[in-house]
């Protein structure tokens, strides 16, 4: 049979893993990043605040945050050979198979973040990855569509020259709203970190052996991917579209509830969550401010809104203590922004960067840290001869 494991995230003897960084409380639906409620985070700090608080324990003052914000802005550029790497890829390749692979690929440029025994090394490839990523993610999208990568502008903030990077070509300036420069860096804070999900746990058994930051955060990429985890944003917009107007959404609420019909709703429920999801909570309010500023009318919206209030009252659904998630609302904003479904991921995967790195930090700083090795109960055989065959 099939060898049944248990997890063990924290990777030390004691089985438990000790973490400063993120606190969930699944049952209430509060999250907390250093104790900063992820509501008070998001109406009132910027993402590279909450990245200087995810990754040093503690808010920035004004002069720290002015020196971080500094520092990441001069690391947004990536050294030239990575443009030759993408020619490699196919240009139809999907944007998170391209990411997984140059994320992975820095390691052979920095082969001084290769010795990650100080605090300062580990920190130094931190915000490497903090500010390479965003121009990572948008070079997969300019190679998808065949236009020339952008260059990073040190003269826009982390999230403006973001969507620069993203949707800026040659002949135009490409105008940023206040409005969306302000949701793309909310998008970000709400999916900085979140404890000890699947991807993150991947980075950190991954770290437990020593292998170098930009492996490990590769790793989380690949983890990221599967449409349970970080690809239910971009199952969620495919499975809203699908559904395509409001009367059709019982059919697909019953398909859910059927144990036979591999139709899951995308975008509810959650191995930790069983309220509301606090990310989603103010997902959706950015979601109607955006589209409001926009005046974008998407009738995903009325769909997705509707499916909601439909699942909320189902029995099943409240039975089953489901509840939209973080990835439910992301979507019809990115769209709205101009973002493509089959970047949806990517965009995850560069948010959560800081909260993998973070937790790689972290981990290594724990005095006795050991290499992961996740425990099993063997259901297999018994010991038994092996008979030998004519070949
Ligand atoms: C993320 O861990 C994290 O923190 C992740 C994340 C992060 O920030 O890192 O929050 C990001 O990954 C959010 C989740 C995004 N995924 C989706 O939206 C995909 C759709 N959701 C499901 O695949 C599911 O809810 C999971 C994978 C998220 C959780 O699955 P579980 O652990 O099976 O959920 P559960 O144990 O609470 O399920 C209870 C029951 C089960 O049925 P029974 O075995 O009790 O009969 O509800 C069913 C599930 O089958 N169920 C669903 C459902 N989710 C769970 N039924 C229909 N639709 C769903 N979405």
């Not at 090795?373 to 008979?387: K, V």
Request: glycine share 6%.
């Amino acid at each position: 049979g099939a060898g049944y494991f248990t997890f063990d995230p924290g990777f030390m003897a004691t089985g438990s893993c000790e973490s400063q960084i993120t606190f969930i409380d699944g049952d209430k639906g509060v999250l907390l990043h250093r104790g900063y409620s992820i509501e008070d985070l998001a109406r009132d700090a910027d993402y590279l605040e909450v990245c200087y608080m995810l990754l040093h324990g503690e808010a920035p003052t004004t002069e720290q945050y002015a020196e971080f914000k500094n520092t990441i802005t001069r690391h947004t550029l990536v050294h030239d050979q990575v443009n030759n790497f993408f020619r490699g890829f196919r240009r139809d390749a999907h944007p998170m198979a391209m990411l997984c692979g140059t994320v992975g690929a820095l390691s052979s440029f920095y082969h001084d973040d290769l010795d990650i025994s100080e605090a300062d090394q580990r920190l130094r490839s931190a915000y490497r990855l903090v500010a390479k990523m965003p121009t990572l993610v948008a070079m997969c999208y300019k190679y998808n569509i065949g236009q020339p990568f952008v260059y990073p502008r040190n003269d826009l903030s982390y999230a403006a020259n973001f969507l620069n990077m993203m949707f800026s070509v040659p002949a135009e300036k490409y105008q940023i709203s206040d409005a969306v420069e302000r949701a793309m860096d909310r998008i970000f804070t709400l999916h900085a970190d979140h404890e000890q999900n699947a991807s993150t746990s991947t980075v950190r058994l991954a770290g437990s052996s020593g292998a170098n930051p930009y492996a490990c955060i590769a790793a989380g990429v690949a983890s990221l991917w599967g449409p349970a985890h970080g690809g239910a944003n971009e199952a969620c917009l495919n499975m809203l579209e699908e559904i395509g107007s409001v009367d059709r959404i019982p059919e697909f609420i019953e398909r859910a509830k059927d144990k036979n019909d591999p139709f899951r709703l995308m975008g509810f429920g959650h191995r930790v969550y069983k309220n509301y999801d606090p990310r989603a909570t103010v997902m959706r309010e950015s979601c109607h401010e955006v589209l409001a500023e926009l005046k974008v009318n998407d009738p995903l919206l009325d769909v997705a809104m509707e499916l909601e209030r439909i699942a909320l009252n189902d029995p099943y659904f409240k039975e089953k203590k489901l509840f939209p998630n973080v990835d439910f609302y992301s979507g019809i904003i990115l769209k709205a922004i101009g973002i493509p479904t089959n970047m949806f991921t990517c965009i995850f995967a560069l948010a959560r960067t800081v909260g993998w790195i973070s937790h790689w930090h972290e981990m290594l700083s724990q005095p006795g840290q050991k290499i992961g090795r996740p425990r099993q109960l063997y259901t297999g055989h018994t010991q038994r001869p092996f008979s030998k065959i004519n070949k």
